[in-house]
């Protein structure tokens, strides 16, 4: 079933919103010793420059827009504190009943998550995430996501369900902003061909997922070319590109030294 309106009200206020690195790497020059921004300082860097965030920056603009909206919602995800930290949302409708809104890893749409709803039973779904089927199961202490692409790909993702207390997740978020991987990534949801696809740059490589399959681009190598690719994709500022883009660089080479 469909997250209910006011819970798809919100979430599509973020339709065109990548989720990325890049912000993290760039805001890491520039701030002092925290990290993780505050939402009023996320819209005003998207106003400026176009961008968002990592996972972490989405889920925490999303529960301040819930919160707004007056729609319970409160924090999930897996490896919390860990650099291999993924964050998400959960949000519940007027009946109790909770849906799992994760713009960190792109979804289409919220997905309901109560053991015994019709997509527990119901076997593998589209239209929830671009390129891939998926399959929600219960796991120990939460759910298991499971994602079936075109090529026979399988992939798992597993995360809490019961709430994660706010001062817990923001500290969880500010560790994740101190800890940056040498590769960079950012993830597009695009309309194309009447479907929502998945775009994806990941450690200087970028390819498309549909529901026929995965397309990769063309290779390119100067980082000119890769902030034109990802400006297209994003329309992010072709300044913060360079000087984001040219920072993962650096720190690419010096990873290989």
């Known amino acids: 079933m469909k997250a209910p309106e006011e819970i798809l009200a919100v979430w599509q206020q973020f339709d065109n919103f990548p989720m990325e690195t890049l912000t993290k790497a760039w805001y890491y020059q520039r701030s002092g010793e925290q990290k993780q921004r505050g939402v009023e300082l996320m ?3 998207h106003d400026q420059y176009g961008i968002t965030g990592n996972c972490f920056d989405l889920a925490i603009w999303l529960l301040t827009a819930f919160d707004r909206a007056g729609v319970k919602a409160y924090p999930v995800g897996s490896g919390l504190g860990t650099e291999q930290a993924h964050a998400a949302i959960m949000a519940e409708d007027q009946n109790g009943r909770r849906f799992l809104c994760d713009l960190g890893d792109q979804w289409i ?10 997509e527990f039973k119901s076997g593998r779904l589209a239209g929830f995430f671009p390129g891939a089927e998926v399959q929600v199961k219960p796991a120990d202490k939460g759910i298991e996501v499971s994602y079936y692409r075109p090529n026979g790909k399988q992939s798992d993702q597993v ?23 040498p590769e960079p990534l950012v993830e597009v949801r695009l309309q194309l061909q009447g479907e929502t696809v998945h775009w994806e740059f990941d450690n200087w490589k970028s390819f498309l997922s549909t529901s026929t399959g995965l397309y990769p681009d063309d290779p390119i190598k100067t ?8 400006q297209v994709k994003t329309q ?17 080479l010096s990873s290989k030294e």
Do not use: C, M
């Open 43 to 45: 819209k005003q860097h």
């Open 109 to 118: 749409q919220p997905i309901l998550v109560e053991v015994g709803s019709p």
């Open 159 to 181: 995360y809490t369900i019961e709430p994660v207390e706010r001062a817990d997740f923001l500290e969880a978020a500010e560790y994740s902003q101190h800890h940056i991987h």
């Open 223 to 230: 980082l000119e070319d890769w902030v034109e690719r990802i």
């Open 236 to 252: 992010y500022d072709k300044e913060f590109l360079l000087e984001s883009l040219g920072f993962y660089q650096k720190l690419n």
